[in-house]
């Protein structure tokens, strides 16, 4: 039986949630590459490292998505999203550690992709962890996604299970973004010790959910620190309302309307083109520069794309006022293996 426990954050204690990472994460000072970039000083917040399945932000988030599942006594979990998704393959991951059974259906959002693509990385670590499979070829209609994931828990649940679905499109009460409030009051306490008071905090945006948690937990906090989006999923016109949706809905969900405003909501879509999932020089060169210099491997998703556009926004003189940037590194490491062919190593 696993032991349900609540945030240290007063505001968040009525949520349960179920521990399944290795936290805290450390924060990293990146020497070579803040030289390569003075004075600008940079450092990463290794949530590559929060253990569970290769890790990853996904595993804050599944604590509180999970946690709310065992208090209902749901036995069998269901979701949706990429061919490589890194939430896919923690949920598969986190579902076998809980004993739970796993229903995932994979999108083909990304054209012209190789065998390699389609069964290794994250879709075969998907399987290996014991989910139970299934593929949806349109990748860009959430509705139908979802549709199809509830028609199958409505299956499930006449067979006699008690499924829990976690949505694709965005819901009113976007519980896994809690698992970046807490992430928010672990880093302040680390820039604390660290002595350092960051001028931005650079996230990659796909669901929006641990960039809108992220900047919840640090308005609780007291702390106004900028938080970037670089988006990944959907360029900055349609990101920025995706993340304030969601901000807004978290405020509604403790009784602080307001607490995050359209102000807060900064995105970037400098490295988001041509689309999700697709690669250009600028993001495989972030992704082997974080290699060559500080022997951190960054997904070409996600965090790669994240880089990406911190570099090109160095590079414009956008951060010109910055002295200080801490990058989130949300993982997704396996993802590397399905795109070999695309990064010619």
């Known amino acids: 039986m696993h032991e349900l426990t609540h945030s240290p954050l007063p505001e968040l204690a009525s949520y349960p949630k179920v521990r399944l990472g290795h936290v805290p994460t450390p924060l990293e000072f990146m020497p070579r590459l803040s030289s390569r970039f003075e004075p600008l000083q940079l450092y990463v917040k290794r949530d590559d490292c929060t253990g569970l399945g290769f890790g990853g932000n996904k595993v804050r988030q599944l604590e509180y998505y999970l946690g709310d599942a065992l208090s209902k006594?749901?036995?069998?979990?269901?979701?949706?999203?990429?061919?490589?998704?890194?939430?896919?393959?923690?949920?598969?991951?986190?579902?076998?550690?809980?004993?739970?059974?796993?229903?995932?259906?994979?999108?083909?959002r990304v054209p012209g992709k190789s065998e390699l693509y389609h069964r290794s990385g994250n879709r075969m670590l998907s399987g290996l962890f014991g989910a139970h499979i299934s593929f949806c070829p349109d990748g860009e209609d959430e509705v139908e996604a979802d549709l199809r994931v509830r028609a199958l828990a409505d299956e499930l649940?006449?067979?006699?299970?008690?499924?829990?679905?976690?949505?694709l499109k965005p819901v009113r009460k976007p519980k896994g973004a809690f698992g970046y409030a807490d992430a928010a009051l672990e880093l302040t306490g680390q820039f604390q010790s660290a002595g350092i008071e960051p001028d931005m905090i650079l996230v990659g945006s796909g669901s929006g959910i641990t960039h809108s948690g992220l900047l919840l937990g640090l308005r609780l906090l007291g702390s106004g620190i900028p938080v970037l989006g670089a988006c990944v999923r959907r360029p900055a016109d349609l990101q920025a309302p995706r993340v304030l949706g969601h901000c807004n809905n978290l405020c509604e969900m403790i009784g602080r309307e307001g607490m995050v405003t359209e102000q807060d909501i900064r995105v970037s879509d400098r490295a988001y083109f041509p689309g999700y999932g697709q690669l250009t020089e600028s993001v495989t060169?972030?992704?082997?520069?974080?290699?060559?210099?500080?022997?951190?491997?960054?997904?070409?998703?996600?965090s790669g794309k994240?880089?990406?556009?911190?570099?090109?926004?160095?590079?414009?003189?956008e951060l010109s006022e910055c002295r200080t940037v801490v990058f989130i590194h949300t993982g997704g490491t396996p993802a590397l293996f399905a795109y070999q062919d695309d990064m010619k190593l």
Do not use: W
């Not at 649940?157 to 949505?167: D, E, N, T």
């Not at 972030?286 to 996600?302: F, R």
């Open 73 to 108: 006594g749901c036995d069998t979990v269901l979701s949706t999203g990429a061919i490589q998704s890194n939430f896919m393959r923690t949920l598969a991951a986190a579902a076998g550690k809980l004993g739970l059974e796993c229903h995932i259906q994979l999108e083909d």
């Open 285 to 302: 060169g972030a992704v082997e520069l974080a290699a060559t210099h500080e022997g951190l491997l960054l997904d070409p998703v996600y």
């Open 157 to 167: 649940a006449a067979s006699g299970r008690k499924p829990y679905v976690i949505p």
């Open 306 to 317: 994240a880089l990406a556009t911190l570099i090109a926004m160095i590079e414009s003189g």
